[in-house]
């Protein structure tokens, strides 16, 4: 069966912090791993890599995927208050139209 | 930009009752996704269409019928409502699920069933 799993499950760090979250899957053909991130309402794209992109960068965020040991991490650098959400991690298997989410790490940034 | 818009973002039925959530893209996707998010069970898949004129089932199907009215729009039916059912639900739809490109979300809709 296809599995995503997120790891940890919630974390609380000050403002000025490095984090890292991690999402490591199991799935038959790999195809894609996006990364959203979900404040009150609808989760927001942040990533997205493939066998083509196994590495992205956005100012403060980065991420990488290691397709040998199926996992992925995001890193977040000097956070800030407005980073703090639930950060979910998707799988798409190849042959599929199927999106499978992890159940996210609930991320706290304190001032 | 509109993007995914669901409706309601809020509604209270009553065990039994029948309710249909609507929603609509404007990016001119063919693949839509209905899922539900409870606490400590991330999001997961209740129905998608592929394209227009198919429907397949996801994860947590049951107690749930779906149509694809057309391209746009994507409508989740619930014909007798259980407490079980109590959730946030997400309206999605992506370029073409296919291939694995990125998803983009409703603002969901909240509701509670008592």
Not at chain 2, 72 to 81: G, N, P, T, Y
């Amino acid at each position: 069966e296809d599995k995503v799993v997120q790891s940890p499950l919630s974390l609380v760090v000050h403002e000025g912090d490095t984090v890292t979250l991690n999402c490591s899957y199991e799935v038959t053909n790999f195809r894609s791993l996006l990364w959203y991130k979900q404040e009150k309402k609808a989760p927001t794209f942040l990533f997205m890599l493939t066998s083509s992109g196994i590495e992205k960068k956005s100012g403060r965020l980065s991420s990488i995927l290691d397709k040998k040991e199926l996992f992925s991490i995001l890193n977040i650098t000097a956070t800030q208050t407005g980073d703090s959400a639930v950060y979910l991690c998707a799988v798409t298997p190849s042959g599929t139209y199927k999106y499978i989410f992890g159940t996210g790490t609930r991320l706290k940034v304190l001032a | 930009n509109a993007g995914v818009t669901q409706t309601p973002k809020f509604q209270v039925l009553k065990t039994g009752q029948s309710m249909t959530l609507q929603c609509a893209q404007d990016m001119n996707h063919n693949s839509m996704y209905w899922y539900r998010q409870d606490p400590g069970m991330g999001l997961r898949l209740i129905y998608y269409s592929a394209s227009e004129g198919t429907t397949d089932k996801g994860e947590v199907p049951n107690g749930y019928n779906v149509s694809r009215l057309n391209k746009r729009e994507f409508s989740l039916r619930l014909e007798s409502a259980a407490p079980s059912q109590t959730s946030v639900y997400f309206c999605a739809s992506s370029e073409d699920g296919s291939s694995g490109n990125t998803i983009y979300f409703g603002e969901g809709s909240w509701l509670t069933v008592v």
